[in-house]
């Protein structure tokens, strides 16, 4: 480096290798379409099958039958003739520059019976002797990526799926395609919801509005429609990407400990690690889990008692006062709870990547639902059973702090969400950009100005890329934001404009941060979107309940009309009945 404290070790493999391991490791090319049509056609006596012929009939798929299909990589003993098969991607090249930065990864991490270099890179970095381990970024490839960022017409499904996955691999990529999904289908949702939160306003405001019902139950239908459409659509990416059976080949994480045993099944070496000891781990995570999610519902207890004293004192401004410290509260214990997290999903020492995640998303996740929710299940099902303070309003509900619990609910709810699609977005492009110009600075002291730097170490300056954690950061935002969304719909309707415009931001903002300020990221496999997709769908079906106990209970809709007279006598503008 330029300071002379740094190596710089350029990794690559010579092509007879790539060949060679590519084989050993089944790595899975695509195939050409018309040579695999032409192949059959004729049949093989060397590899004993007869001419196969596949009709193809449009009108049950619009994917050709030859269209897609991936084949397992063989050298081929007596030429080349049978390399023909795969397909030769740009590069005049069967493996693409894609498949070249996998195999090379692959190679560098791969134990020796494995046939690979055994070289433990999360090892070397926990103790400082490797920096940084990353691929160049490459302007031939990201140019495509960069246009439809700085095109303010191009919508998050307007994106160039394939390009992005070439860049980022396909684990990357599939965030951005459940995010161009699920924008795409809230377009009609965003502008019904906006016409429906102004007849809210224009009536009163009364947000107990008869109309909220029927949009609640639409919404309902709507995100169950949503995910079903989904998961047809990631099943057909995975089968055009070559990743319908990813998990079953999967390779092991460098970090999984085990002893090598040859296989009962396979007869081949593979690494084993006992379930017992495993379960003994779990159970210490889960209760590490259950002392944290006990502090959380603590200190959401010890928030609205502070709003109880606050009532007598400052009158209706406590309530905002409250919301506000939830809302600190929420990022703060996700910040704490994330690392412990990680922390605990290590030592469980899953054996794949994809176990890893799939762990390590539930545990995020039920935390984070209990600290982001906590606070909305109090305010619309119980603060209106509670007694109030002698000093209040009295024809104010319960702990509500105003004649029902919807306003306060819609309100809490305008200002946490809103937050995490504002104030969020800025935050996050703003510490990156800080992390970004530190980092720089740092790297560059001492170094005289003019002086040459060249390419890798100017790349070295950039953050580091993590697929893993960037894409569980990505998928929690947007696993909160879409409970919001769903849970308490009835409440403010034009929550999915607000969804929608964030998602517009969101994938614009990730894009440019991991080409501008962040290295270029090792390119992983994936089959689907993993638990995500399960919590997604758990959420749709918790909003049965949730809505239905805000139209039976929280709401005035259902309630007589000498239980609400009460209080609408007292009100400046009383609903329009």
């Known amino acids: 480096s330029v300071q002379k404290d740094e190596l710089i070790i350029l990794f690559t493999l010579e092509t007879r290798y790539l060949r060679r391991f590519a084989a050993k490791m089944d790595y899975l090319l695509p195939l050409d379409p018309n040579q695999t049509r032409s192949m059959l056609s004729k049949g093989s006596k060397k590899h004993k099958f007869k001419a196969v012929k596949i009709a193809d009939e449009p009108r049950f798929s619009k994917l050709r039958p030859y269209d897609h299909v991936y ?66 970024h490459s302007p031939k490839y990201f140019a495509t990526i960069l246009k439809s960022v700085w095109t303010w017409s191009a919508m998050p499904w307007d994106l160039p799926f394939e390009d992005i ?78 990743m319908s059976d990813y998990e079953s080949k999967e390779v092991d994480r460098p970090e999984f400990k085990g002893e090598i045993i040859t296989s009962p099944v396979t007869g081949q070496f593979e690494l084993y690690y006992p379930p017992g000891e495993r379960r003994n781990k779990l159970l210490y995570s889960q209760s590490v889990i259950t002392v944290s999610v006990t502090l959380v519902l603590g200190c959401v207890a010890a928030i609205y008692v502070m709003r109880f004293i606050l009532e007598s004192y400052v009158g209706l401004y406590a309530s905002t006062v409250a919301s506000t410290l939830m809302t600190v509260q929420i990022q703060v214990f996700n910040i704490v709870y994330y690392s412990l997290a990680k922390n605990l999903n290590k030592q469980e020492n899953h054996k794949t990547n994809t176990r890893f995640e799939d762990a390590l998303v539930v545990k995020l996740f039920v935390f984070q639902f209990i600290n982001s929710y906590i606070s909305f299940f109090y305010m619309a099902f119980i603060a209106m059973w509670l007694p109030k303070d002698d000093s209040e309003n009295s024809h104010y509900l319960g702990q509500c702090g105003y004649y029902n619990c919807m306003a306060p609910l819609a309100s809490n709810l305008a200002i946490i969400y809103g937050s995490r699609v504002t104030i969020d977005n800025i935050v996050a492009i703003a510490t990156d950009f800080y992390y970004y110009m530190d980092k720089k600075s740092n790297e560059m002291s001492g170094v005289p100005e003019g002086a040459h730097i060249p390419p890798p170490e100017k790349e070295f300056m950039l953050l580091k890329s993590d697929v893993l954690n960037d894409n569980l950061e990505l998928f929690s935002d947007v696993a909160i934001q879409f409970g919001f969304t ?92």
Request: with cysteine; proline share 5%.
């Open 71 to 136: 084949g397992k990589f063989r050298e081929d003993e007596d030429g080349e003739d049978e390399e023909k098969v795969y397909q030769v991607h740009e590069n005049g090249c069967i493996f693409s520059p894609l498949d070249k930065l996998k195999l090379m990864y692959m190679a560098l991490l791969a134990p020796k019976h494995k046939h690979g270099c055994k070289v433990q890179v999360t090892l070397l970095e926990e103790q400082e002797q490797l920096k940084a381990l990353f691929p160049m």
């Open 165 to 242: 996955k070439n860049y980022f691999g396909e684990r990357s990529a599939l965030f951005y395609v459940f995010m161009s999904h699920q924008s795409q289908w809230l377009l009609g949702p965003a502008i019904i919801g906006t016409v429906f939160q102004i007849v809210v306003f224009s009536t009163g405001p009364n947000y107990s509005h008869p109309s909220l019902c029927f949009f609640a139950v639409l919404m309902m239908l709507w995100g169950v429609l949503m995910l079903k459409f989904y998961k047809r659509k990631e099943s057909r990416t995975a089968l055009e990407w070559g």
């Open 486 to 577: 769903m849970l308490f719909v009835t409440a403010l309707p034009i929550s999915l404009l607000g969804t929608l415009l964030s998602n517009y931001v969101r994938v614009k903002l990730q894009l440019w941060k991991a080409i501008k300020l962040k290295q270029r990221p090792i390119p992983e496999g994936a089959q689907d979107i993993g638990n995500w997709q399960t919590i997604f769908f758990m959420i749709c079906l918790l909003s049965v309940l949730t809505n239905g106990g805000i139209m039976c209970f929280t709401m005035d809709t259902l309630k007589t009309k000498e239980e609400v007279a009460q209080y609408e006598d007292s009100m400046s503008t009383p609903p329009n009945e």
